[in-house]
């Protein structure tokens, strides 16, 4: 028995994936692809704006997704490296929306059968917020969401410092107080033995859907005027698209932006407040080729 839990509206984004790597000279970074993506297609603030329970990008999650049945399909590479490159094949194809659907239809029934195979009584398609089908890296990264946004606005000022000094930064310190300017903390981070330079941070302790906007990133680089030359914004939520093109408008001091998703891939990075764990999971892409 199949249960689906959700549309697979990302089969949309296939053509456009494909479309987007050849623009990019046939392979890009996941955040760069989907952003080639959105421009190519001119989508709305309202699209790229929405999230997902964890804090990240619904549209970059679909994305990811698109990506991932592409893979199994022979069209990108499997890397493990985090870029997405086409293949052989992958360079010359054109998918419509009608093929990427027969596409996710064709993997969902292989996966379905490899269930049936461990003898589960039901087959679920996989949800779209999940960041790959049969891993269990969508549960690990919703609790340690649920951990951070649990916290009190000091504790996760005190955790991002923790986070901050794992990650490579010195003389960490949080400022605290409501007269901080818009700056809960800084550091000082060293390029090399000859190079190094302050950075101020912000901490956005946010419930889901509570997105940081344009003009918290205007203040937030305004108060960075004269006191360092870098600035971080760390939230448990995510951005909203205006905001982003604002964090990296031309002739202004850059400020990186850190929300859910990456704030997650931090932790994990570094192993603060995670335990890794291995966990194999079998790669029917591989057995493919031996059907016939």
Request: proline letters at 4%; aromatic letters at 8%; hydrophobic letters at 40%.
């Amino acid at each position: 028995m199949m249960m689906r839990k959700s549309k697979a509206e990302f089969v949309k984004w296939f053509g456009p994936l494909l479309d987007a790597l050849r623009d990019l000279g046939d392979s890009g970074r996941p955040r760069e692809v989907s952003d080639r993506i959105a421009k190519n297609l001119n989508l709305p603030d309202e699209v790229l704006d929405e999230t997902l329970k964890s804090g990240g990008s619904r549209f970059h999650n679909q994305v990811a997704w698109a990506r991932q049945y592409l893979v199994w399909e022979g069209m990108l590479e499997s890397s493990k490296q985090g870029t997405w490159t086409l293949t052989e094949k992958g360079r010359t194809a054109h998918v419509t929306e009608a093929q990427a659907a027969e596409i996710f239809k064709k993997w969902v029934a292989i996966h379905a059968e490899i269930r049936k195979q461990k003898a589960t009584k039901s087959v679920e398609v996989p949800e779209e917020e999940a960041p790959a089908p049969d891993t269990p890296e969508a549960d690990q990264k919703m609790s340690l969401i649920a951990v951070l946004r649990s916290l009190s606005p000091l504790g996760f000022e005190k955790v991002s410092r923790e986070l901050l000094r794992e990650s490579g930064f010195e003389n960490v310190e949080i400022t605290g107080g409501s007269a901080d300017g818009g700056i809960d903390g800084f550091g000082t981070l060293e390029i090399n033995p000859f190079v190094s330079f302050k950075v101020l941070f912000q901490c956005k302790r946010y419930a889901e859907g509570n997105l940081v906007g344009r003009s918290q990133v205007g203040d937030f680089r305004n108060a960075m005027i004269g006191r360092a030359e870098k600035g971080i914004i760390i939230t448990t939520s995510s951005f909203t698209n205006a905001a982003v093109v604002e964090a990296n408008r031309e002739g202004a001091p850059k400020v990186e932006l850190v929300d859910g998703v990456k704030l997650v891939e931090m932790f994990q990075r570094v192993e603060l407040g995670v335990k890794k764990r291995t966990v194999y999971d079998v790669d029917p892409t591989y057995f493919e080729r031996f059907r016939n």
